[in-house]
């Protein structure tokens, strides 16, 4: 089993929707959850970062970890065509230096 | 938020040949470095951790002799592909880590694609 699972899509979704990105793992030990977002033939960016569990929120950006079902979750409101770009869940230990990537989820926003 | 840059961003060579990719960290320091590797519409997968100074840890299944990483200052780490074979064409990643905040966060460098022919 992998340590992070999630769907990497594709994932193709009219201007202006709300899009929800999940990942599930197995660590009970992951207390650090992240999002990156990566253009084609471009590095990771980190887009959004929290501990434990709770909500997060920036902009049109929300992420949620739920600890207790070990599932996160990124929300775009709104999603614009820039948002078209491959979604990446990251999470790690306490310190731990690695970082446990999902496939990611390729997603398209249609103008 | 910290910039790390890589050189070269893409590169084609021959098979047999070697190929050294570098990673900067460019307005901080990093003691710890890690690269990555990509295929077409896969996650990143971890392939060593590169500290300056040491010897880099290798993750399971990567070959150090094949892969050698040279982290000689605190901005530079160095991957080196030697003997480059077809199946090592890949996209190569790398990130630079800032400890001492509320965790230890990962910058990443924009990525070398590698075309071994």
């Known amino acids: 089993q992998k340590e992070v699972e999630q769907d990497p899509g594709p994932l193709s979704v009219p201007e202006g929707a709300i899009v929800s990105l999940n990942c599930t793992y197995s660590?009970?030990?992951?207390?650090?959850f992240m999002w990156y977002r990566q253009y084609s033939r471009k590095g990771p960016e980190l887009l959004m970062y929290?501990?434990?569990?709770g909500n997060k929120e920036d902009g049109r950006f929300t992420a949620q970890v739920d600890k207790s079902s070990k599932y996160i979750s990124l929300f775009i409101r709104d999603s614009q065509p820039s948002d078209s770009a491959t979604y990446l869940c990251?999470?790690?230990?306490?310190?731990?230096?690695?970082?446990?990537f999902g496939t990611g989820t390729r997603l398209t926003v249609i103008p | 938020g910290a910039v790390v840059s890589q050189h070269p961003s893409r590169v084609i060579c021959k098979s047999g040949t070697s190929v050294k990719i570098e990673c900067r960290s460019l307005?901080?320091?990093?003691?710890?470095m890690f690269w990555y590797r990509q295929f077409p519409k896969q996650s990143l997968m971890l392939m060593a951790t590169?500290?300056?100074?040491?010897?880099?840890?290798?993750e399971q299944g990567v070959e150090k002799d094949k892969f050698l990483i040279n982290h000689a200052s605190l901005t530079l780490s160095t991957l080196t592909v030697t003997s480059a074979h077809p199946e090592d064409s890949s996209f190569y990643i790398c990130?630079?880590?800032?400890?001492?905040?509320?965790?230890?966060?990962?910058?990443f460098g924009p990525g070398t694609r590698l075309t071994v022919l």
């Open positions: 990130s630079a880590m800032v400890s001492g905040g509320e965790y230890n966060e990962q910058f």
């Open positions: 660590n009970s030990a992951f207390q650090y």
């Open positions: 929290t501990y434990s569990s």
């Open positions: 990251a999470m790690s230990a306490p310190g731990a230096n690695n970082l446990f």
């Open positions: 307005d901080f320091q990093a003691t710890t």
């Open positions: 590169s500290n300056e100074g040491s010897k880099a840890t290798y």
